[in-house]
């Protein structure tokens, strides 16, 4: 089942070519249902999450959202969707979640900044190359930040992917037919142990995201580990309450069969009761 995590970069034609891997291969492209199931995760119209990942959002919308929980909810749902297989995940951080997982293949489509804004004015039927401009950076500069941020990752790092495409050079059929070719090959094959991995990680965001839910860990930040059903809690806590309603937590999200609690609570914690509200 291919798993194909791609980038979006406005005005490279990456949108054009993952439908046609998608028409070739009869793989499903995933991404609005990114945005409604976050967006009613977070209690949060759609057209928000849009604009707080697009760079859009004004000053009060990126201040009172939660961009813990915002990327907390992405992973999870990410994860999800590429353990359903024979997808296409455009953006959302998708070649940086799927990095461990062996049968994924990362994507990077790119191409020149002036044809980047050319596609912008064509698109919006403009004459205004420096409103095109501006806008490609202001994509651009919300993605940079966002991979930074959340990842401590340089966005355009060659390394973070599998595969660079200039679609300046490469034609949108060729690109398809590249990224294809390569999916097919032995590296890219799911395998038990890479579907084992990918399952692992999926189970461990569904615990993350899980004790962000509930008032009484919002806060809790340790170390989640995940195989066949079993978690593992590990880093330091502020008491012992904190410690049960974490491995509590875990215990009922599904799919999870056991917890080894192995956090440790915080020896000096009277001294930084502030960190915990």
Known sequence: MPVIALTQEMGSLAKDVAERVAQIAGLAIMRNEVVDNV????????SLIRRVRE?????????????QQFALYTEEEVLHQAERGNVILRGWGATRVLHAVPHVLRVRVTRSFDSRVKWVMDDLETDNRA???????RSDNAHAARMH???G??????LLYDLVINTDRVTVEGAAQTILSLAAQPEFQETPQS???????????????????????QHTDVQIDASEGRVVLSGIVVNEKEKVEAERIASTVAGVGSVDNQLHLMVISRKFTYAKT
């Open 55 to 67: 760079g859009k959002a004004g000053l009060v919308e990126r201040f009172t959202t939660d961009k």
């Open 195 to 217: 579907r084992a991995k990918l399952a692992g990680l999926a189970l461990a965001a569904k615990v993350r995201a899980a004790l962000k839910a509930n008032a009484s860990t």
């Open 131 to 137: 409103s095109a401009e501006a806008e490609v950076r």
């Open 39 to 46: 967006a009613e995760r977070m209690h949060l119209p759609p």
């Open 149 to 151: 941020t959340t990842y």
């Open 153 to 158: 990752v340089t966005w355009g790092d060659p």
